[in-house]
């Protein structure tokens, strides 16, 4: 009973030393075959960045000497430059001989030394010829690979003969025999107990190669079962005793390992007490749980890195309203978390093309006079790979395909392209589209607007809002589906950053402009006299204030309806604005009230402002439409009150009704005319010499309160009785 399972346990004992010394070996070669690639593909990196070195030295004459530095520092044995027909222009000396392989093309022959090689332009894209940097494939080289491995190396050439190798003699035949056999990632063994293995020739590892491990299992094994047999055969009850405390306990661990390895506890280890198939199991148990340790905390670390940047992303859209800040933060994560080279974000404008706001990485891949400046990047909707994601909606991602047409876009070899679209409903462009006022600078920090119109009016089909694009992969691979879905992520940020800073910009500017106007609001009016009074007092200038009401606009409201009248205040703001310059502020007060602030003006320049509102509103009648429909034109006339700081009042709100008051006065004198505030009586205090502001000198301007006030001042007024204000300080 007991020599049965001895001897099966013997014949599965040798089974499975042979699978797993197979299974080691081919361990163990896909180990050596990953350093061989890396080994090559570093450098195949190495070569390319000494000639990438030599190719970024701008001066003909100094890339010799930059070429011999890059081989006098061990970064390539050999450097040589060509001209466009190939021709050589330079090579370094004690250069390998040839055939050099590229790393980046297959193999058609015997291979002599390995080479990078890089295009030569000037800075209008004009091809100049290539630098290649080479590096013998020699013996010393095929040694050097052996010592990375751990594993005997063989250099074949096409025929499948040996070029260079660290075998043995004695195996060298063998190991080309069982070659022949091995086929992509299969292992083949040889009859004395080799394993071979062959790795490439592939994209970016060139050489084709033969890799070869001793086996593991020892020697006189199936003699040594025997032996164990017999012997167990004579201690059959003692060995099945041992047999029992020897393989239940290791087992027991093992599961209470694996137990724990459920729950969560990657640092679990199985004490391993023996060298058989317990303890091997033990060990590949080992094994896997470091792995599997060493991959949860890869995954652990880039989860916490786009943590750490969605992170940054979040506090950066929670602490401003910058817009190019915003979108730097997110090209920068965008670029860090998918490993890429270079990236773009474009915006849709009013005219249909792709306007880059910001750019990192892309110096010298797209034709521009200023590469600090984003804006020079357009692409046209529809046109290259930019256009077509932003048209289409769709993601692109793959290699560049260069076109004979222009399209404006960054060069690059690989990309990777992502839309991001406002929610359906809301216009991509934004307040300025065709239809909102524009808002334009003006010196004092403030924005002057145009008339809303079209308020209601659809947008368009299309609800794309721009495009985040990212170039050149590091490692020369390829963007994958994952990195599509990460920069998914970010352009879903970036649509929700510049659909809320467009939304907080057209709050805040309806929260300070008349919706009907265009012009500012009463609440920028306060803020604004403040605001301008403290600078008038600070660099001792003056300000003038004119207060304006149209003449009988009741009349015009009970006579032609009151869309003729929202159409005379609409075409009265539009007049007003072309009149005045790009310092002073026009505001709506209420009704038919109206202010302009106008800073640095003393009376009489605020006077000559007056007179010439006056004559534009006067001289060309309001188109209306009537009540059947027919065009007509409504004469019209303004009253203007005039009052300057400090002249007429110490402080905003009384500088305000100063103008207010000469208001009163011009329409009072007859109407459609200004007059100016009269100057307040000196209240009897003790002097104190202060530094005041600049006063006005001596104009002769018509003066509210002054004997015949309106008689300079009125241009062609109607007579009648004055109708009652509307409002009083709104």
């Not at 070669?29 to 990953?34: F, Q, T």
């Amino acid at each position: 009973m007991v020599l049965g399972p001895v001897l099966l346990g013997a014949f599965f004992v040798g089974s499975t030393l042979s699978a797993v010394d197979r299974g080691r070996a081919t361990e163990r070669l896909g180990v050596a075959a990953a350093g061989v690639r890396t080994s090559v593909d570093a450098l195949c990196q190495q070569l390319r960045a000494a000639a990438d070195a030599v190719a970024l030295v701008a001066d003909p004459a100094a890339r010799p000497r930059a070429a011999d530095q890059v081989v006098g520092r061990g970064l390539a044995a050999a450097v040589l430059i060509a001209d466009p027909a190939g021709r050589t222009s330079y090579a370094t000396a004690g250069g390998p001989a040839g055939p050099w392989q590229d790393c980046a093309a297959d193999t058609t022959g015997p291979v002599h030394a390995l080479a990078a090689q890089v295009r030569l332009r000037d800075p209008a894209g004009a091809d100049l010829g290539t630098v290649a940097a080479a590096q013998p494939v020699d013996p010393a080289f095929v040694a050097r690979l052996a010592a990375v491995t751990g594993a005997g190396v063989t250099l074949l050439d096409d025929p499948g003969r040996i070029t260079h190798t660290t075998e043995n003699r004695e195996v060298r035949a063998a190991v080309l025999a069982a070659a022949r056999q091995a086929d992509g990632d299969r292992v083949a063994g040889t009859v004395d107990g080799r394993y071979v293995r062959r790795v490439g020739p592939a994209p970016g590892q060139p050489l084709p190669l033969v890799l070869s491990v001793p086996g593991e299992r020892p020697p006189g094994l199936y003699a040594a079962l025997v032996g164990a047999v017999v012997l167990a055969a004579l201690l059959a009850v003692l060995a099945a005793w041992r047999l029992a405390r020897v393989t239940t306990r290791p087992l027991v661990e093992l599961a209470g390992a694996v137990d724990r390895v459920a729950h969560g506890d990657l640092t679990t280890r199985v004490p391993v007490r023996s060298r058989d198939e317990i303890g091997r199991l033990a060990c590949a148990f080992n094994r896997m749980t470091r792995e599997t340790g060493s991959y949860v905390a890869a995954l652990t670390s880039s989860r916490d890195q786009l943590r750490g940047h969605l992170t940054v992303l979040g506090d950066t859209l929670a602490s401003t309203h910058d817009l190019q800040r915003i979108l730097r933060v997110i090209l920068h994560s965008a670029i860090a978390a998918t490993g890429a080279r270079a990236g773009a974000v474009l915006l849709l404008d009013g005219d249909g093309a792709l306007v880059g706001q910001c750019v990192e990485g892309l110096d010298g891949r797209w034709p521009t006079e200023d590469p600090a400046d984003p804006a020079t990047l357009r692409v046209p909707v529809g046109a290259g790979v930019l256009g077509t994601v932003a048209a289409t909606g769709e993601p692109r991602r793959g290699r560049w395909e260069a076109t004979d047409e222009p399209t404006g876009e960054p060069s690059c070899e690989t990309y990777v392209a992502v839309p991001f679209a406002a929610p359906r409903g809301v216009d991509p462009r934004g307040p300025d589209r065709p239809g909102h006022p524009p808002a334009e600078s003006d010196d004092s920090g403030s924005a002057r607007l145009a008339p809303r119109r079209d308020l209601e009016s659809p947008s368009d089909d299309s609800c794309a809002l721009g495009v985040l694009a990212l170039y050149d992969r590091l490692g020369a691979d390829e963007f994958d589906d994952d990195d599509l879905v990460t920069l998914r992520t970010f352009a879903g940020h970036a649509a929700v950053a510049v659909q809320n800073v467009r939304v907080h910009e057209e709050t805040q500017r309806l929260s300070l402009t008349d919706p009907l106007t265009g012009l500012w609001n009463y609440r920028y009016l306060r803020e604004s006299i403040r605001r301008e009074v403290e600078r008038a007092n600070r660099f001792g200038r003056m300000l003038s204030v004119l207060a304006l009401d149209l003449d009988r606009f009741k009349h015009v409201n009970d006579t032609w309806g009151h869309a003729a009248g929202d159409a005379v205040l609409v075409e009265f703001a539009r007049r007003v604005r072309g009149e005045i310059r790009e310092v002073d502020l026009a505001f709506r007060q209420g009704g038919e009230e109206f202010v302009v602030l106008l800073p640095e003006t003393d009376a009489r320049g605020a006077a000559i402002v007056a007179e010439r509102l006056g004559a534009v509103v006067r001289d060309q009648p309001v188109p209306v439409a009537g009540h059947a429909g027919e065009p007509v034109r409504v004469p019209v006339t303004v009253s203007i009150g005039i009052a300057v700081y400090p002249d007429h009042a110490a402080g905003g709100q009384q500088v305000l009704d100063a103008a207010d008051d000469a208001l009163y006065a011009a329409k009072a004198a007859g109407r459609d005319g200004y007059l100016v505030a009269r100057a307040p009586d000196p209240v009897p205090t003790q002097e104190i010499p202060v530094v005041v502001a600049a006063v006005s000198p001596p104009d002769g301007l018509p003066r509210a309160g002054a004997g015949d006030a309106g008689a300079g001042a009125q241009g062609g007024a109607s007579s009648g009785p004055h109708p009652p204000r509307q409002s009083r300080g709104r």
